[in-house]
Structures are given as C-alpha cells and as structure tokens.
C-alpha cells in the first residue's frame, strides 16, 4: 500500500511538472519584456575650432550625453521610450521644447503580422549611414551629410517584410525635426525605404523638397568592410549632395581602424558653406574592453574656400584630434 501510494504520488509529480512547468515555460515565453539600455560618452578636443557638423564640436575636455532607452516589448505590441541628456542630446531634439527636449524617440508599434508592423510616435531618421547615439557610429564625429539631413521624425510608417533579403517602409510624417506635433499650415512630408540584400534606397519628400539618400556596405573579407552612404536634397533655396566611403579593418578581437572620405557640395546658406565644395577625411581607431569603448581620432577638413575660423581668421583649413570614450549598457 505504502509502495502504491509513493508510485501514485511521484506519477502525479510527475504529470503535474510536465503539465504546469511546460505551460509556465509556455507563458513565460509569452510575457512581454521590459529592458532599460543606454550609452554615456564624454571626449577631449584639441581645438576650440570645429568644421560645421553635429556633435563632438566643443573644445577640451566636454561632454557627450547620457542616453537612457527603457523598452517593453511583447508578442504583438510594445513601445520605446528613448531619453537623452548632456549636449550631444541636446543638439539632437532641437526641434523639440519644454519637457519634451529630453525625448530622442518616443514611439508604439503593433505587429499586425510577422512581417508587417505599423509604427506611430517620434523615430529617428531612416535617412543615412550615421546615426544619433555614439555607440552606433564607428566614427565619433558626424559627416556632413548627416549634420544637414534630418535627425527624427514623428509621423506613422508601415515596415514590410516582402522576404528575408528585401523590405519596404513608407511613412507619413510631420515636418523633419518637428518631433512635438505639426506646425500650423504645413503639409505632411511621405517617406519610403526600400531594402535590397542590405544595401537601402530612402526617399523623404513634401513640401518643395525632396531628398534620395543610398546607405549600404560590403565584407570585403572577414576583417574588412566597406560601408557607403550618397545623398542628394534640394528644396526651393537649397542644394546639398555629398558621398561618402567607411572602410573599417579589424586588426583585432578588441581594435578595430576605421575611416570616412566624405566629399561634400551646398549651394545656399544652410549651415557651414554659402556655396562651396567640402572634403573630409577622418581616421578613427576603436579599442573595445567589456563595455567600454575608446576611440583616438584624426580629422581634417578642407573648403573650396575661407568658410572655417580659427586663431588667425578666416580659413580654408581645419584639423583636430579627438579622444572619446563611451560605455554602453
């Protein structure tokens, strides 16, 4: 009896671990996760006097930002919100006032289906080859291109999967940085991506203006690797084009050496040039310890004319050395 009772109550043991441990594994598979990441840099810069390109442009030792992105993600829907403090932050949400000049993006997104999600809130650009947060940049200057083009966006887009090597976005948009909501009287702007085997065709039109951009890369080799971005933008008062190639060489399992050859055109009067010519060329070394990332750069720009400042005036000529470093979590 004792031996029937003991083999009854290892057989409901048993049957009660497959059941209910396989259904916990089961819904716990099925639990939405909530994760916090995030970057913090800070650098040293050699010269007070910076080309006109975004971030990492003030002199000595200056500070970066402290980027915090808190995420919740479940089997249909979740959301991002991503906040970012210190000057590199700052100069990212511009366009933004108030309490909402901490907010880098701020989105929700329903996944309809396994190869189609609608996105609703403020994103970054889908636009380039570079991006806001220092850690998803080899270089940590920004190109022209970038600097010009715009950051985010807030507006509602579709991502297609149309297969595993080739997708499509489109989107409707508020103007290009105006992350809060519209202004008054302006048309929404439409913008579309087309993947192709890693390599992104992307349109951003309304307006008056209308920019093409290209982004993609190739191995080489298992250790080298050669990215590239061309855009071209014109509106009623304003032409910019420029191209770009990002070789990177891993020499290591922790350092990797990397560059950007940018050539750079604008006729009007954005930002750095009236009308004129720019070539960039910028080294950058990234040393890689656990979470922490150093990265040693060269920089020198060159104008078609007197466009930059330094000590003596006015100059067709900078350079700079920078020392950055960011950790990331």
């Known amino acids: 009896m004792k031996n029937n009772l003991s083999s009854i109550l290892t057989l409901s043991a048993l049957v009660a671990f497959l059941v209910f441990g396989g259904m916990t594994s089961a819904q716990a598979q099925e639990e939405p996760t909530f994760s ?5 840099d800070s650098y040293y810069r050699s ?6 390109t975004s971030f990492a442009n003030l002199n000595g030792f200056s500070l970066g930002m402290a980027n915090i992105v808190l995420s919740y993600e479940g089997e249909k829907s979740g959301f991002v919100a991503d906040l970012v403090y210190g000057p590199r932050g700052a100069d990212a949400v511009f366009g933004s006032t108030g309490s909402s000049s901490i907010v880098n ?5 329903y996944n309809v289906s396994d190869s189609f999600t609608l996105t609703l809130g403020n994103f970054n650009t889908f636009l380039g080859y570079e991006v806001i947060s220092p850690a998803a940049n080899f270089n940590y200057s920004t190109s022209y291109m970038f600097s010009y083009g715009p950051f985010s966006h807030t507006g509602l887009k579709a991502d297609i999967a149309l297969s595993d090597d080739v997708s499509l976005m489109l989107g409707v948009l508020n103007t290009t940085d105006a992350t809060e909501s519209q202004p008054a009287g302006d048309d929404y702007m439409f913008g579309a991506q087309l993947g192709l085997y890693g390599q992104y065709i992307n349109l951003l039109t309304g307006q008056g203006a209308t920019q093409i951009d290209f982004t993609g890369g190739l191995d080489i080799s298992d250790s080298f690797f050669l990215g590239v971005n061309a855009t071209s933008y014109e509106d009623d008062a304003i032409e910019f084009s420029g191209v770009a190639l990002y070789p990177q060489v891993a020499l290591s399992d922790t350092f990797t050496l990397g560059g950007r050859f940018e050539a750079f055109t604008e006729n009007g009067a954005l930002g750095a040039f009236g009308d004129g010519d720019n070539t960039s060329i910028t080294l950058t070394g990234s040393f890689t ?6 990265k040693p750069e ?3 720009d060159t104008a078609s004319d007197a466009y930059y400042m330094d000590a003596d005036g006015a100059t067709d000529s900078l350079s700079s050395f920078v020392l950055a470093a960011i950790y990331s979590f």
């Not at 916090?36 to 913090?40: D, I, L, N």
């Not at 010269?47 to 006109?52: F, L, V």
């Not at 993006?105 to 997104?109: A, C, D, E, K």
């Open 105 to 109: 993006q701020l989105y929700v997104y």
């Open 36 to 40: 916090v990441s995030g970057t913090v």
């Open 289 to 294: 310890s656990g979470n922490m990332t150093i």
């Open 298 to 300: 060269f920089r020198v």
């Open 47 to 52: 010269s007070e006097y910076a080309p006109g």
